[in-house]
């Protein structure tokens, strides 16, 4: 499984930005998908996943403000984050399980920035 994800930059604290992630290779057997964040010297946190059944879990401190959501047909999902803050700056991960065993899979990082 390969993972594309794009959508980051600069936004202004209150503004909003969509990050979208597009899967390949076996996607027929990818369960789960959802964005991480990681900001320098720390782990990488969920911010949200959303599962085949559109069951989606947010992290804390998003919960009202970020909406995933995916696209079956295209293979892809979507992070709408409205209301930032400067606290939401981070590279911003997408991350797939798929297979049996299952795995993990991480695109590469987007990078966020919110400041004035």
């Given at each position: 499984?390969q993972l594309?994800?794009?959508?980051?930059?600069?936004?202004?604290p209150?503004g909003?930005?969509r990050?979208s992630?597009?899967a390949?290779?076996s996607?027929?057997?990818?369960?789960?998908?959802?964005w991480?964040?990681?900001?320098s010297?720390k782990a990488r946190d969920l911010?949200?996943r959303?599962?085949?059944?559109d069951?989606a879990?947010?992290?804390?401190g998003v919960?009202?403000r970020?909406?995933?959501?995916r696209?079956?047909?295209?293979?892809a999902?979507?992070?709408?984050m409205?209301d930032?803050?400067?606290?939401?700056?981070?590279i911003y991960?997408?991350?797939?399980?798929a297979?049996?065993?299952?795995?993990?899979?991480?695109g590469?990082?987007t990078?966020?920035?919110?400041s004035?």
């Open positions: 499984v594309q994800a794009s959508g980051g930059g600069l936004a202004q209150g909003s930005l990050l992630c597009v390949a290779g996607v027929s057997s990818i369960n789960q998908m959802g991480y964040r990681q900001t010297g911010v949200a959303i599962n085949n059944y069951f879990t947010y992290g804390d919960k009202g970020f909406t995933i959501s696209d079956t047909l295209k293979k999902i979507y992070l709408q409205n930032l803050k400067p606290q939401d700056s981070a991960y997408c991350k797939a399980i297979g049996v065993p299952r795995s993990d899979y991480w590469q990082g990078q966020v920035t919110v004035s």
